[in-house]
């Protein structure tokens, strides 16, 4: 049989592929989006920034899905423990709401098919450059593709025909629990030292989402779940079952960020396949749905994967390399312990931060802004790290 021909081929369902499927079968391009994982969680504490909000807010209503708006953030180092509340967003948008990956990715999925875009509910076993155009293939279906969008994961096998797989020291584990039984309306955040990474318990409508993530060059998925395991101990000793999981997250160095590749010969690469999660706090939806974004944009015009590169590398990637230039000295215990002093005693630093936890302020000014708010002693310790 011959191969179905089509515009572009997507190769994952996530908030990339989907998001991306949406926007190019709602402009006219025959899509087929190729994935064979729904319905699945993620190891993924499901956070929505307002930014992110706003990205899929004409595909779908997510403050319609069940969901948790978080009204606060609890800091914990040590003994050190801080709560602190993240204030109201703008009318109609919380400023961080929390939504399990099944309902949230499903939904945006649901919208592609929507748009028109062909959903393949299987995986793909292999992608090739044949003749100017890319082969894709399943157990039953080949296609054939103008282009090849890599939606696909850390683990992309996109990614890995047309570039190189991420190395170990790009990569971080992210594991826990889902810890059922148990629910809040606040995040918290909790920094060992010791991996340089932190825990994080996220709310979901019926059960506390808990994990640990650090560079797997520097820990093991073991001993990130027993640090899990007592702060669950401690602080959510009802949960009524406790359901384990894991992830490899994209967590890239300064010099990987600068020789990535966003696109090349009929092929894109899009949120954590092309790396595209914050190297400090591993969030990637955002980064995910605004690669989406830029590659709809970039197909619709001239020189799409020049487009895109150009794109993604005057956008995102300044964003992902200041973070990750940050990252060595934002989990080192002085830094986060004079950043919970700093949170205790000034109102507008608390303010700063709780505006970086919302997606509100970006890395970029993010210096310019601590040094105006008056705090000088306290701004000037944050961003020398001394």
């Not at 004409?58 to 948790?68: F, H, K, R, S, T």
Request: proline letters at 8%; aromatic letters at 6%; glycine letters at 12%.
């Amino acid at each position: 049989m011959d191969p179905s021909p089509v515009d572009v081929a997507i190769v994952g369902g996530g908030p990339a592929g989907a998001g991306a499927a949406w926007r190019l079968a709602r402009a006219g391009a025959r899509v087929v989006l190729l994935d064979g994982s729904h319905p699945r969680e993620k190891a993924c504490g499901g956070g929505l920034t307002g930014r992110a909000l706003d990205l899929v807010r004409g595909a779908i209503d997510p403050l319609a899905l069940p969901g948790v708006a978080i009204d606060e953030a609890g800091f914990e180092q040590g003994p050190q423990a801080l709560t602190m509340p993240l204030g109201p967003g703008r009318p109609g948008r919380p400023r961080l709401v929390i939504l399990p990956r099944q309902t949230f990715d499903g939904a945006l999925l649901d919208a592609a098919v929507a748009a028109g875009a062909r959903l393949v509910p299987a995986r793909v076993r292999r992608v090739a450059r044949e003749s100017g155009a890319w082969t894709v293939s399943t157990a039953q279906h080949t296609f054939r593709a103008d282009w090849l969008l890599g939606a696909d994961g850390a683990a992309s096998l996109v990614r890995r025909t047309v570039h190189e797989p991420f190395a170990r020291a790009d990569l971080s584990i992210a594991t826990g629990y889902y810890a059922h039984g148990q629910s809040s309306s606040r995040i918290s955040l909790a920094f060992p030292g010791t991996p340089g990474g932190y825990l994080w318990s996220f709310p979901r409508p019926d059960h506390l989402a808990v994990g640990a993530c650090a560079q797997a060059d520097d820990t093991s998925a073991a001993a990130l779940r027993a640090m899990v395991s007592e702060w669950i101990g401690r602080h959510a000793p009802g949960a009524s079952r406790l359901e384990p999981y894991s992830w490899p997250i994209p967590s890239l160095r300064v010099q990987t960020l600068r020789r990535e590749p966003p696109s090349g010969d009929g092929w894109m690469l899009l949120g954590d396949a092309g790396g595209m999660v914050d190297p400090i706090t591993r969030e990637g939806i955002y980064f995910a749905l605004a690669s989406a974004e830029l590659a709809a944009a970039s197909l619709a015009g001239p020189d799409a994967g020049g487009a895109y590169a150009d794109r993604v590398r005057q956008t995102i990637h300044p964003e992902l390399i200041r973070a990750a230039r940050l990252k060595t000295q934002f989990f080192r215990p002085r830094f986060t312990a004079l950043l919970l002093r700093a949170l205790r005693v000034s109102p507008s630093i608390r303010l700063v931060m709780a505006d970086l936890i919302a997606g509100e302020q970006p890395y970029h000014g993010l210096r310019r802004r601590l040094l105006r708010t008056g705090e000088w002693r306290l701004a000037i310790r944050m961003v020398t790290g001394t």
